[in-house]
């Protein structure tokens, strides 16, 4: 079955830590790539997006991305995290050419201080 | 931007009655999803809109599921004779379409069934 995966349900560490979270998808052909993330008691908010161009990335608070084709893989990463940054992550896929997104099951980050 | 928005934000409801959540996505935004999505779990698609025509289903949409967008713009999703299993956020996200076609999610309705 075609499918989104998250590599970890949790990560927990220390500010200034840098964080990667691993995505890996089971389509083939064409994809579009998205990073979601959800701030306790906060809806989803688009963290980052890649649609084709450079493999490579850059959304807001200092996220990046890398998509690697070989590997099916569009891992999220950060150099240095803050303790904002706790929140759950999800990456999302869209195979199609109409929209519907397919969803990992989340990563939850936990920042300390 | 008034961002998508969703009502109510929460709702508590018996098993066996009916339920109806709204959503108002952003001005402009041609498409509009519903999502589900329960504890543990990333958000599961539903059903999809094109201004008021609704062009996919998800085998997840029992036929107690109803969706409309009658005119375009907000959408209204009901639940007929609720079970527990029913109990999730629903979300609703809306999008411009196109070749870089990007969701905007609102905030959910959480529904608890007892």
């Known amino acids: 079955a075609q499918s989104v995966s998250q590599h970890n349900h949790h990560v927990i560490l220390s500010e200034a830590a840098s964080l990667e979270l691993g995505c890996n998808y089971s389509y083939g052909g064409t994809v579009n790539l998205f990073w979601y993330v959800q701030y306790p008691g906060q809806h989803l908010q688009l963290l980052l997006k890649?649609?084709?161009?450079?493999?490579l990335v850059k959304g807001i608070k200092g996220f990046e991305a890398e998509f690697i084709k070989s590997k099916f893989s569009f891992n999220l990463r950060k150099p240095s995290v803050q303790w904002s940054d706790t929140a759950e992550y999800f990456c999302?896929?869209?195979?199609?050419?109409?929209?519907?997104?397919?969803f990992g099951a989340g990563t939850q980050v936990v920042v300390t201080p | 931007d008034t961002g998508v928005s969703q009502d109510p934000r929460h709702k508590i409801t018996k098993r066996g009655q009916n339920v109806t959540f709204r959503c108002d996505p952003i001005?402009?935004?041609?498409?509009l999803y519903w999502y589900r999505q329960t504890l543990g779990q990333g958000p599961e698609f539903l059903t999809y809109f094109q201004n008021e025509a609704q062009l996919e289903k998800s085998r997840l949409l029992s036929d107690r599921f109803s969706a409309e967008r009658p005119k375009g713009s907000f959408s209204t999703l009901e639940i007929q004779r609720t079970e527990q299993g029913d109990s999730a956020m629903y979300l609703c996200?809306?999008?411009?379409?196109?070749?870089?076609?990007?969701?905007?999610f609102g905030p959910g309705t959480r529904l608890t069934v007892l």
């Open positions: 996200a809306s999008s411009l379409g196109g070749a870089t076609d990007t969701q905007y």
């Open positions: 001005s402009e935004h041609n498409r």
């Open positions: 999302a896929v869209n195979p199609g050419s109409w929209g519907k997104l397919q």
């Open positions: 890649y649609f084709s161009g450079d493999p």
